[in-house]
């Protein structure tokens, strides 16, 4: 039975008594700026543009609109679980054939189908949008609203929109196609051709999208520039850009009775472990080893090698938005007391976005149900993700564990690696962003461009494998991906600053003329 352990005192027990070698003393790197000067977004003009009629009709067909994102809302589509996710990918390939779409297609792939959808306008430019149509696993008891129900419900910030995928992604997603629409039935067309690259697999680290990728790759090399739609606002209205992404590497790691010891075909008597090893146990010692007592500094050798250090243009980003960090709302906002060794403003975002993590998402073993079982478990497993910034490969990290828990003495414990992808990064001064960027200084003051978010996508096929730039950008205000009760913001009430449903469809069609117009 697959159930959570508690694993605090566990950890700390286990940090003792390591078998084979000891490891050798290893201390996190620290990453200095390579310069103290500040990007200045406000030397780039806004967006001058006017679409009043495309304005209008997006006024007068809201209602319609909102429907729409809610239709998408209530299809499940849990990728982990196998829900609806057939039955989404249909809805995306009909809906971009109901836009008018040349191309609207299921995708095989060894797992979930992808969708391609391909409008041809005519135009001198191409832009590439890359969807997701999955979403995570929820426990419907732990929401106030129903988590596909995708009620429109009164909340402190105003109207908001709560469902799972609310934000994370298919709301800022289906707003976006919403703006297409609304072109279309104005102008008649788009003013660049779309290209359409769908994934239901994003959440579980998108193992397949290389296939979706390698059916169009001819195509895809030849556009101009990529967005992926994304509520980048917060309550107060600054915008939250980020130009790239963590890699990762996710695995799951099981410690099974066998020839070590342990019992290795099933759960035994608890009374055995007096003279029986314990898998379980087995499990938190490996898992303990790779590193410090605390958790936070991995002591597998070479982990941290090849860090790529802040760029000239990366510091000058943090620099400029350092002055806008909001460092107690943040902690609030998650739920945590302080970040680790107590570091604070740019050493806090340097450590964030330039260190590796090794996270346990989640263990199991034996019997945790309600009352008594004394079991001695002959397994236990646990599922493990390590963020890699730029520099690091997702499989030369796999290596170095297991080569260090061979090392230790853990060769038993089998590694089986899940999903994993590099990192991507996507230049300030990319055309795709300078356009992203003048259309946010159109409706907002304070606009915060940050290098990546410590989060993983899998933009690198299009930054690495196609040489394209990649821009997640969108208007509006969302939280809780992958948590109870996430919500989009629709209609903003007294003093919220963020765009609602109408505004954010209106700066999407501001973005695609904006990269049209783009030099």
């Known amino acids: 039975m697959r159930t959570i352990l508690v694993l605090t005192l566990a950890l700390a027990i286990a940090a003792c008594g390591r078998s084979g070698e000891e490891p ?12 103290t000067e500040a990007y200045d977004v406000g030397a780039i003009p806004a967006y001058a543009g006017d679409h009043a009629a495309v304005y209008d009709y997006i006024d007068a067909n809201l209602d319609r609109h909102l429907a729409a994102i809610q239709r998408w809302l209530r299809q499940k589509s849990i990728s982990a679980q196998n829900i609806g ?15 008018g779409f040349a191309e609207a ?15 041809n306008a005519g135009a001198e430019k191409t832009l590439v949008v890359y969807l997701m149509y999955d979403v995570q696993p929820v426990n419907p008891e732990d929401w106030i609203s129903p988590p596909f129900d995708a009620g429109v ?3 402190e910030l105003g109207k908001v929109l709560m469902a799972r995928g609310a934000t994370n992604q298919k709301g800022p997603q289906r707003a976006f196609l919403n703006a297409l629409e609304s072109i279309i039935a104005v102008e008649g067309t788009l003013p660049v051709n779309i290209m359409i690259a769908a994934e239901g697999e994003e959440e579980l680290g998108s193992p397949n999208y290389p296939q979706i990728v390698d059916a169009y790759e001819a195509r895809l ?14 309550p107060d209205g600054k915008i939250n850009m980020i130009l790239g992404v963590k890699g990762i590497v996710y695995f799951e790691v099981i410690a099974t009775g066998g020839a070590w010891g342990g019992p290795s075909k099933a759960e035994i008597h608890g009374s055995y472990k007096a003279i029986v090893d314990s898998p379980v146990w087995r499990l938190i010692k490996a898992l ?29 980003l943090i620099n400029a938005g350092i002055e806008n960090r909001n460092e107690e709302q943040m902690l609030e906002m998650l739920g945590v007391n302080h970040w680790i060794d107590y570091k604070t403003g740019t050493d806090a975002v340097v450590e964030f976005l330039y260190q590796p993590s090794l996270n346990i998402d989640g263990i199991w073993g034996g019997y945790t149900g309600e009352g008594v079982k004394t079991i001695l478990p002959h397994q236990a497993s646990a599922k493990v993700d390590s963020r890699l910034p730029p520099g690091l490969d997702p499989d030369e990290a796999l290596d170095k564990i297991r080569q260090f828990l061979d090392a230790q003495g853990y060769a038993d414990v089998e590694i089986r690696k899940l999903s994993g992808y590099p990192a991507s990064q996507t230049s300030v001064e990319a055309p795709a962003v300078q356009a992203a960027i003048s259309v946010f200084s159109k409706y907002a003051n304070t606009i915060n461009v940050q290098p990546r978010i410590a989060g993983s996508a899998p933009f690198y096929q299009f930054t690495e494998r196609l040489g394209l730039p990649l821009v997640p950008t969108g208007m509006g205000f969302g939280t809780g991906a992958h948590a109870p009760n996430e919500i989009m913001l629709i209609e903003p009430g007294p003093g919220t600053q963020a765009a609602g449903l109408a505004e954010i469809e209106k700066a999407y069609v501001d973005f695609v003329y904006a990269l049209a117009e783009a030099e």
């Open 288 to 316: 303990s080893s790779l590193t410090s007592p605390d958790g936070n500094t991995i002591l597998v050798p070479g982990y941290y090698d090849g860090i790529v250090p802040p760029t000239v243009e990366e510091s000058m």
């Open 221 to 234: 090399r030849e556009a101009d520039g990529v967005l992926f739609p994304f509520n980048s606002q917060s």
């Open 85 to 99: 996710v057939i039955e989404m990918a249909e809805m995306l390939r009909q809906d971009f054939e109901d836009l």
């Open 24 to 35: 050798a003393a290893i201390e996190r790197p620290t990453h200095q700026l390579a310069t």
């Open 105 to 119: 297609e299921l995708v095989p792939t060894d797992g979930h189908p992808g969708v391609w959808g391909y409008y």
């Open 153 to 155: 419900i009164d909340h």
